[in-house]
């Protein structure tokens, strides 16, 4: 039973470009989270998908957009990527709105020089 | 303000000696916690969670939390460690309506 996976695994992009990260969540899942994790840091909460629809969002820019499929696929963009934007990307699934915890995937690691 | 806090940011401790890694959220409402635990270069593995029911939650790999509400704290304990406990563990929680808050993290180290 495939995990949550993510793509690409590294990633090396300059400043003011833009970037999209993409995530299969865990078969049966169907909610998609996604987090930033700073070096030395916890994960920050970006925003959560539901039913394709943005369902809540954490305290970061419009710069930072998303996707949901309806095979319950999930994209990340950022744009005009800044270098304090370097980070891992992690994604995350569970079923529903329910409290189980998520699955992680292994993340994005994104280089912003 | 919602927040979760990891009163340690690293501990060092003996190959099998035990371990008390510390968590409290702040919160006046009902709550979910988690533990988590990340190894380098790796997503987050989920060791424990707390719903509702018994305080004391048993996990994988021999970790134990305690729920006390009085005091708002989750703290995750092991009897006895192992080198390949060395890891990142997060503590995390989610609030009514949220979605999941993480602390900054505990760097616990084994030593032989």
């Known amino acids: 039973d495939a995990g949550v996976t993510q793509s690409p695994t590294h990633l090396i992009k300059t400043r003011g470009q833009q970037v999209t990260l993409r995530c299969s969540p865990k078969?049966?899942?169907?909610?998609v989270s996604w987090y930033q994790q700073a070096l030395g840091q916890g994960p920050q909460f970006i925003f959560q998908?539901?039913?394709?629809?943005?369902?809540q969002r954490g305290n970061f820019p419009d710069r930072f957009s998303g996707h949901q499929f309806p095979n319950y696929s999930s994209e990340l963009n950022v744009n005009a990527l800044l270098l304090g934007d370097s980070a891992l990307y992690l994604c995350?699934?569970?079923?529903?709105?329910?409290?189980?915890?998520?699955?992680f995937g292994s993340g994005t690691r994104l280089t912003v020089v | 303000a919602q927040s979760v806090t990891q009163l340690d940011s690293q501990v060092p401790v003996f190959e099998e000696a035990p371990v008390e890694l510390r968590c409290n959220y702040s919160?006046?409402?009902?709550?979910?916690l988690f533990w988590y635990v990340q190894y380098p270069n790796q997503g987050l593995q989920l060791l424990l969670k707390?719903?509702?029911?018994?305080?004391l939650v048993k996990g994988i790999n021999g970790f134990e939390a305690e729920f006390n509400k009085s005091q708002t704290s989750f703290h995750l304990r092991k009897p006895s460690v192992h080198i390949s406990d060395t890891a990142e563990y997060f503590c995390?929680?989610?609030?009514?309506?949220?979605?999941?808050?993480f602390g900054a993290g505990t760097r616990l180290t084994v030593k032989p």
């Open positions: 995350a699934s569970r079923r529903g709105q329910g409290f189980y915890g998520y699955t």
């Open positions: 078969s049966g899942h169907d909610t």
């Open positions: 998908y539901y039913e394709e629809e943005e369902r």
């Open positions: 919160s006046s409402v009902s709550v979910y």
């Open positions: 707390y719903l509702s029911g018994s305080t």
């Open positions: 995390a929680v989610i609030y009514p309506g949220g979605d999941m808050r």
